[in-house]
């Protein structure tokens, strides 16, 4: 039995029963603590879909890390520059947003940015190439210079799958 922080246990209350059946995992409440319940296996994958929930995913997106090859990282902002956060947060996140929203289609990755953190959620490949690219942005490179890095990263993924046969 595990037993983590829910920031929004509210909602996971009033989703419990459906996600009882999702996660095939018993859900428990102590105030705003979730006690889980299940095998090994069943309760790591829920420990992975609250962990997203609570960074601010909604409850869609973070089912999705139930799924073998998706996962679910953070990366710390401060871990990566001494530079004020919320200049470096304004960057990742871009004018109304269209950084970060550019940053998700490209890399076809949900990316969110909270509290001096970034959240990834995607496939395992895609996670990593969207990680570098915004570790970069933090370290100060250029926005454009990181979409292309991310286009010629889905070129090659695309390329290594072609087999050739017409």
């Known amino acids: 039995m595990e037993v983590i922080y829910a920031r929004n246990a509210r ?69 990566f520059t001494k530079r004020n956060l919320k200049d470096i947060m304004a960057r990742l996140i871009g004018k109304h947003g269209k950084t970060r929203k550019t940053l998700s289609d490209i890399s076809r990755c949900e990316v969110l940015v909270e509290e001096g953190e970034v959240g990834i959620v995607g496939y395992a490949d895609d996670v990593d190439n969207v990680e570098v690219a915004i570790v970069n942005l933090i370290k100060g490179s250029k926005t454009a210079n990181m979409y292309m890095y991310l286009e010629r990263m889905n070129k090659e993924e695309k390329s290594d799958f072609d087999l050739g046969l017409k």
Do not use: M
Request: aromatic share 12%; proline share 0%; net charge positive.
């Open 11 to 79: 909602v996971i209350r009033r989703l419990r029963a459906e996600l009882e059946k999702k996660l095939n995992v018993k859900i428990g409440f102590v105030g705003n603590k979730i006690s889980v319940e299940g095998n090994s296996l069943d309760e790591y994958s829920a420990l992975k879909v609250f962990d997203a929930f609570n960074f601010g995913f909604s409850i869609k997106k973070a089912l999705l890390l139930k799924q073998e090859n998706f996962v679910f990282r953070k990366v710390h902002i401060k871990e």
